[in-house]
């Protein structure tokens, strides 16, 4: 089967840096995204990685390793605003997007 | 560019009726689009897939003659729920993808749907 799997929560300061793991089993690999939903909002794009290595877009970063079935979300300077639901997808052989639980940051003053 | 468009936002209706949601893409044309579901404080739930002109494919256990998908145009889906329950309420949000692309889904900004 697939499966995607991320912490259901994580707790930060504001002004640190936090990590958000990802691990997958899919059957194929086209892509893994990161998205970031605030409550009561649809998703929103933060970063598409297809090769491995680091990816680094303003405050948020995102490192896939394909051999491991890897992936992070960096995100750096928190601020209160960022606290929301970080999802993991993977698009797999069909292109279709397989969701993580999604993983709920609460940035704390 | 790239902004996809849900309406209503927000809808109240009476167990029994039924309620219909419009998803559009305004500035790309779409091959497919997408339907979830997110119940609170759980992860989105793909619903179904439509191509357009052809019939949308549903995921398992999703009941398609109650949740009936038209992909009509490039642009535009709907999502109807037909003889709505209370446990149908629910954040209902579609994506559409480009023919440009062939792998990042745009999201709409969701429908808040209460059954009462």
């Known amino acids: 089967g697939q499966n995607i799997d991320q912490p259901t929560e994580m707790t930060a300061t504001e002004g640190a840096i936090v990590q958000i793991n990802c691990t997958y089993q899919t059957s194929g690999f086209n892509g893994l995204f990161w998205y970031q939903q605030h409550a009561g909002e649809a998703p929103t794009f933060l970063s598409y990685n297809v090769l491995d290595g680091l990816e680094e877009k303003g405050r948020f970063s995102s490192f896939l390793s394909r051999s491991k079935g890897y992936s992070y979300l960096l995100l750096k300077e928190l601020q209160m605003k960022d606290s929301a639901s970080y999802l993991c997808a993977v698009l797999d052989s069909n292109y279709q997007l397989i969701w993580g639980a999604g993983t709920k940051l609460i940035i704390k003053p | 560019g790239a902004v996809v468009s849900q309406h209503p936002s927000r809808v109240i209706c009476k167990s029994g009726t039924s309620v219909k949601i419009e998803c559009r893409s305004l500035d790309f044309q779409a091959t497919t689009m997408f339907w979830y579901r997110q119940f609170p404080k759980q992860s989105l739930m793909l619903m179904a897939t439509s191509n357009e002109g052809s019939k949308a494919t549903y995921e398992q256990g999703v009941e398609k003659d109650k949740f009936l998908i038209n992909h009509a145009s490039l642009t535009l889906s709907t999502l109807t729920v037909t003889s709505a329950h209370p446990e149908d309420s629910s954040f209902y949000i579609c994506?559409?993808?480009?023919?440009?692309?062939?792998?990042?889904?745009?999201f709409g900004p969701g429908t808040r749907l209460t059954v009462t």
């Open positions: 994506s559409a993808r480009s023919i440009r692309d062939s792998y990042e889904q745009y």
